[in-house]
């Protein structure tokens, strides 16, 4: 486990790359980008259940665990104990990270509801 403080650009990306997990112990977010910016790297994740991502561990691409101690000691325990699975469950994050949130997929549900509007 490292904390390494800040990090952006190419090193952020390499950081991503490299890493077997991701754990985002956020306590109040809206929608995490990090499990984004995970998921374009086929990086898992184990996110609280305060991150806005519940379908994470529906789509298989990591596990959502309580905000605390115990559920994120317990969700690291589950996940770390499975090494084999977690590359396939940062695949499984990736193709739903380019299917909902690529910018290609968004300008396209953009473009399909400008189409419907200006056909009214």
């Known amino acids: 486990m490292h904390f390494i403080g800040h990090l952006g650009g190419a090193l952020k990306s390499m950081a991503?790359?490299?890493?077997?997990?991701?754990?985002?112990p956020s306590r109040s977010e809206a929608m995490s980008i990090v499990v984004l910016e995970a998921g374009a790297a086929a990086t898992p994740v184990?996110?609280?259940?305060?991150?806005?991502?519940g379908d994470i561990a529906e789509i298989g691409g990591g596990l959502v665990v309580p905000a605390t101690e115990e559920g994120i000691g317990a969700g690291l325990i589950n996940l770390l104990s499975r090494p084999d699975e977690l590359k396939t469950m940062g695949?499984?994050?990736?193709?739903?990270?380019q299917r909902f949130f690529a910018w290609?997929?968004?300008?396209?549900k953009y473009l399909r509801m400008y189409e419907a509007m200006a056909s009214v």
């Open 91 to 97: 695949n499984n994050l990736m193709r739903h990270t």
């Open 16 to 24: 991503y790359h490299a890493a077997e997990l991701l754990v985002i």
């Open 46 to 53: 184990l996110i609280t259940d305060r991150c806005g991502f």
């Open 104 to 108: 290609n997929s968004i300008g396209n």
